[in-house]
């Protein structure tokens, strides 16, 4: 793996607290980006992604919280402890937005509607850069128009409820970009949109990589789309990291029986389309349910008793290549 990382995830967990109960979702999330690579985070529905990057920009909800682990962002040789800051505090504030932009999971509920979009999109460059409004408008036009926004002078007045799906999802990530952020974290920014409007997205998504060289954590359910653009994969269940490595190491070596299993049940090209694909049998546990144990013990082909106890060892099976499964205990690829 690389050297050069912009951002640092050690044993983070992360919950909330509902009806005067806490309960934790995310548990020891761990992991690094890279600056100019790209970290892909996959896992089936409810499993903590997007609780895991909330909880680095410290934009959990009021009754959610960080319970332990810290993230890390690196720049100019300096260490920024993102979760020791204060939330709502200058210092992070002045991360978000200007250093980490991030596109949020729902484009149409996150454009305030009584805002124009080139307002939304300007407030960064007020807040960051203390630009006027007039200072911003051209800033703002130029980065609609690198985005394919057509006739942007003209759309910068518009409202919200104007713009069709993915234009909207184009204002999300001109207000993600606006500030020329280092690290973009996208959170499934194409599952709203179709097919087509997906693949300009994306386009558009590796374009900005290529050409600003910039570090992207990538959440999405699409993992043809994992195979062309990450570098590094983290495989999450039920809010744990139970699979990291390179992106060689997940398609070419899934070693946890749930990546197997998520890998199998994606149609692949040439595939018979008369057989059914696989599917994860069984349907995730409730947070508040959990037993001891092996969280994916329930659906698992390869569960033995020893699976039902305790915490689940989490090995590194050769260069980076981590798998939290009892059936990699012993196998240490770095001896
Ligand atoms: N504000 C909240 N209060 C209580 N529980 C919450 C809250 N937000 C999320 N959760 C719980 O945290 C868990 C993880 O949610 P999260 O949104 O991170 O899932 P996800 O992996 O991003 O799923 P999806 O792919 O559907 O976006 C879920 O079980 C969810 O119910
Ligand atoms: S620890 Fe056991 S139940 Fe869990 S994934 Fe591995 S084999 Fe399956
Ligand atoms: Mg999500």
């Given at each position: 793996m690389q050297t050069d990382i912009i951002l640092k995830v050690e044993n983070l967990s992360a919950g909330f607290t509902v009806d005067k109960k806490e309960i934790t979702i995310t548990k020891g999330v761990s992991f690094e980006v890279h600056r100019g690579k790209t970290l892909a985070i996959v896992g089936e529905?409810?499993?903590?992604k997007s609780v895991t990057v909330h909880s680095v920009m410290q934009?959990?909800?009021?009754?959610?919280?960080?319970?332990s682990g810290k993230a890390t962002y690196f720049k100019d040789g300096k260490a920024y402890e993102l979760s020791s800051m204060e939330r709502y505090g200058k210092e992070l504030r002045a991360i978000r937005g200007a250093e980490i932009g991030m596109v949020f999971q729902d484009p149409m509920s996150s454009l305030?509607?009584?805002?124009?979009v080139g307002a939304q999109v300007s407030a960064n460059l007020i807040e960051h850069f203390k630009m006027s409004k007039k200072e911003a408008r051209p800033k703002v036009v130029e980065m609609f128009g690198k985005l394919g926004i057509p006739d942007p002078e003209r759309r910068?007045?518009?409202?919200?409820?104007?713009?069709?799906g993915g234009m909207k999802q184009r204002v999300m990530i001109a207000i993600a970009m606006i500030c020329n952020p280092q690290l973009i974290i996208a959170d499934e920014p194409t599952t709203a949109l179709d097919v087509t409007i997906q693949a300009q997205i994306i386009d558009l998504m590796k374009s900005l990589q290529v050409e600003y060289g910039k570090s992207i954590i990538l959440i999405t359910h699409n993992m043809g789309l994992v195979a062309e653009m990450a570098d590094d994969v983290a495989v999450m269940y039920m809010g744990r990291v139970v699979e990291y490595g390179s992106v060689e190491d997940i398609f070419h070596n899934p070693t946890h029986p749930y990546t197997a299993a998520l890998l199998r049940s994606v149609p692949q090209l040439g595939?018979?389309?008369?057989k059914d694909l696989d599917t994860i049998r069984g349907m995730t546990p409730n947070p508040s349910e959990l037993g001891e144990g092996c969280e994916f013990a329930g659906r698992c082909d390869f569960c033995t008793e020893s699976c039902k106890k305790g915490l689940m060892p989490y090995n590194?099976?050769?260069?980076?290549?981590?798998v939290r499964c009892i059936r990699t205990e012993g196998v240490d690829g770095n001896e």
């Open positions: 529905s409810g499993c903590g934009l959990l909800p009021r009754n959610g919280k960080i319970v305030n509607p009584v805002y124009t910068f007045d518009q409202y919200p409820h104007e713009f069709s595939m018979d389309r008369t590194d099976i050769g260069g980076g290549h981590m």
